[in-house]
């Protein structure tokens, strides 16, 4: 049994938007996955889900990114995505067969691959899609990687390359870099004008995200705690430790390549201050694999710290690693074994978004508090 971490998001701006003002066409959720299902249902091989080519214009110096696998749940209407971003030549990370279909799921590693073969080497990167609730989310387990800013890249060159959901103007220019391509989509609404372009964005979801609820929080912060992982390798005695020589177990002797610190700075954060440290924590902190790094805060009279991993709504859903065929032990899933996973687990994983519209997730005034103190009690130690 393998467990995936499932983190949820939900889109802040997904549809067709005209610069210099605030005019936009919106995009759902549903028509995105929709076309690029059908889309996909024509494609052969793993190196026809390439949405582009080395002769498009302006594309040669991405990275390149394949669909391995994208399937809709009748039933309830979520998507599973599986994404293979190449990477490497097979030191580490698994490989796919360029010519191979799209349902077989024979992964290579370097030792397997025959010589001649034409191997993609890559990581997958696993998507659940709920539009009935307007939210996503990525599944990230040990051998996977959760890139949101890839997923979004993708859907973008897909709607702009491939997608006929909505009449597009393509222009080839020519820049400091070379050539490349510019489009855009002409307004559907009569009497609008002007150009429209695809943006696509997303936040990931916290459980306290209310201006009133931030307020809460800030009002009683007297600390802001900082925890990293730093280089070790500098000058005996004239780094840090020079301060706490006089200190027992503070060598400056280097052993390690790294030292773990902890830095507590006395802070009183506006609401806007710390909206935007919640912000940019997913980004820089959320998704790590170092389990030291993180950033928490002290509250006036209250012991301990609490995390800002607390506040983030994120669960796990067990696999299953037994196939028909004996134990699977590469740690990659298909579209249909996650798919299995959810029926279990679904009403669980999705049960903090069941009573809410799509948007930030409100939590009552009145239990706002009662909240926050049973996260520092369950999620913080006494130092």
């Not at 996977?144 to 393509?170: C, G, P, W």
């Not at 802070?267 to 440290?277: D, F, N, S, Y």
């Not at 009573?355 to 049973?374: C, R, S, Y």
Request: proline fraction near 3%; glycine fraction near 8%; aromatic fraction near 12%.
């Amino acid at each position: 049994m393998s467990d995936g971490i499932v983190s949820f998001f939900n889109y802040t701006q997904l549809g067709f938007y005209r610069v210099g003002d605030e005019y936009n066409e919106p995009l759902t959720m549903s028509e995105m996955l929709s076309s690029l299902h059908e889309w996909f249902a024509a494609r052969i091989s793993l190196e026809d889900t390439l949405l582009w080519d080395d002769e498009t214009p302006g594309y040669s110096h991405r990275k390149k990114v394949y669909l391995k696998s994208i399937k809709v749940d009748p039933d309830t209407g979520d998507y599973m995505l599986i994404l293979w971003r190449a990477v490497g030549n097979g030191d580490g990370v698994y490989g796919i067969k360029a010519d191979a279909s799209l349902d077989d799921s024979q992964l290579y590693d370097a030792d397997a691959a025959a010589d001649g073969e034409r191997v993609i080497w890559g990581e997958a990167s696993y998507y659940w899609f709920i539009p009935s609730l307007d939210i996503f989310a990525s599944i990230r387990f040990p051998k996977s990687v959760a890139d949101t800013e890839m997923l979004h890249r993708y859907f973008r060159d897909f709607i702009e390359l491939h997608s006929n959901i909505r009449q597009k103007v393509r222009e080839e220019k020519t820049g400091v870099q070379g050539a490349y391509i510019s489009i855009h989509f002409p307004p559907k609404t009569p009497g609008e004008t002007g150009r429209l372009w695809l943006r696509i964005r997303s936040r990931q979801y916290t459980k306290l995200t209310t201006g009133a609820d931030l307020s809460k929080i800030a009002k009683d912060i007297t600390h802001f705690v900082y925890r990293e992982v730093i280089s070790a390798r500098a000058n005996t005695q004239k780094d840090w430790t020079r301060y706490f020589g006089h200190l027992p177990f503070i060598s400056g002797t280097v052993e390690k390549e790294t030292r773990k610190v902890e830095v507590n700075i006395e802070a009183k954060p506006t609401v806007a201050e710390l909206r935007k440290i919640f912000e940019n924590y997913a980004a820089e902190y959320g998704l790590g694999k170092d389990s030291w790094r993180n950033i928490g805060f002290r509250k006036d009279g209250v012991g301990g710290i609490c995390w800002l991993n607390s506040f983030v709504i994120k669960n796990t859903l067990p696999v299953n690693d037994s196939t028909a065929g004996g134990r699977d032990d590469n740690g990659h899933y298909t579209v249909d074994r996650l798919f299995n996973a959810l029926t279990f687990t679904r009403d669980r994983l999705l049960a903090p978004f069941a009573a809410t519209e799509a948007g930030a997730i409100d939590v009552p005034e009145a239990e706002a508090e009662n909240q926050v103190k049973n996260l520092i009690n369950e999620e913080s130690h006494v130092s």
